[in-house]
């Protein structure tokens, strides 16, 4: 095999392997390359994918966010609080205030923006480990969620539920919003002085300090870019079930996000990410997680598989980091 075809195998094995994937679970099971399983599937991961698009930010410059599922969780439930009718008798804000749906969904947007800003700050000017930040910032949104409401924020209306459950012309409100994410986030890498920012700063803070970037600033966008998506993903996932949570909402989805961020080719040691590449991790997270259900897979197994090809392509970056020493 010729040093030309290698390197394209090499390029593109992250969707090789999905492909893979889509033809084994298609012989496996014969409902799985149906239309309307491919639409759950890819409802089902759009949430996820749009948070793993604001952690990839994080991995890129060497550092993570645990915080993702509780933000998603406190923004679901105050935004959702805000919009229920105002003579519900479970409301969240019983005689408090009634904002229109548009109104609420900023508000959320700007909450996720305040936390990231907040986190970013720690992360950058104090110099705590993004690890310990986050985990915190987790247990204080998770906290801040139950206290807006003890009981799961339902009645939602349609307007507040549109981009989660609704379609348009066919295709899921919420994998269109996945979509636009992906343009969004894949334009900001390649044609921005911040995603250029973000691989100087990945790949070697001094020389990106040397050459003139503010390496604070761009750390404290970065997690607020991470955190508007998490928010955005807990305004989602709250219009797609139609009540959200507090104890439950998002739990575990900081963890799928990074899974897919990591299986896409995101390093961990910073400086590697594309957008392409999470893209593709978050559909064979997705496949795997789909398929099993199918094939009638015990959870417990489910979770085996996962982590296995989690710590699999951590231990591929990690080759790939010595080789380049």
Known sequence: MNAK??????????????IALVILMSIANRNFATMANLKTLLTGEAIKGIMAFGVAFAMLTKGIDLSIGAVAALVGA???????????????FPGGAHLAVPLSILLGILI???????????VAYTHIPAFIA?????????????????????????????????????????????????????????????????????GNAQAATVAGINVEKTLVKVYIW????????????????????????????????????????????????????VIAGILIMGVINNGLVLMGVDDNMTNICKGIIIIGSVIVDMRKNIQKI
């Open 5 to 18: 075809r290698k390197k394209v195998i090499s390029d593109n094995i992250i969707w090789l392997i999905l």
């Open 78 to 92: 105050v935004t959702g609080g805000l919009v229920q009718p105002v003579d519900l008798a479970t409301r969240a």
């Open 112 to 122: 996720g923006a305040a936390i990231g800003a907040c986190i970013g700050a720690l």
């Open 134 to 202: 986050t985990l915190g910032a987790q247990l204080i949104c998770r906290a801040g969620a139950k206290m807006v409401s003890n009981r799961p924020v339902s009645n939602l209306p349609d307007a507040y539920r549109f981009m989660g459950s609704k379609q348009f012309f066919g295709i899921p409100m919420i994998v269109i919003v996945f979509i636009v994410i992906a343009i969004l986030a894949w334009f900001i890498l390649k044609h921005t002085r911040f995603g250029m920012s973000l691989y100087a700063l990945g």
């Open 226 to 277: 991470c955190s508007v998506m998490a928010a955005l993903g807990g305004i989602l996932l709250a219009g797609r079930s139609g009540s959200s949570d507090p104890s439950t909402s998002g739990i575990g989805y900081e963890l799928d996000a990074i899974a897919a961020a990591t299986v896409g080719g995101t390093s961990h040691s910073g400086g590697v990410c594309t957008i392409s590449g």
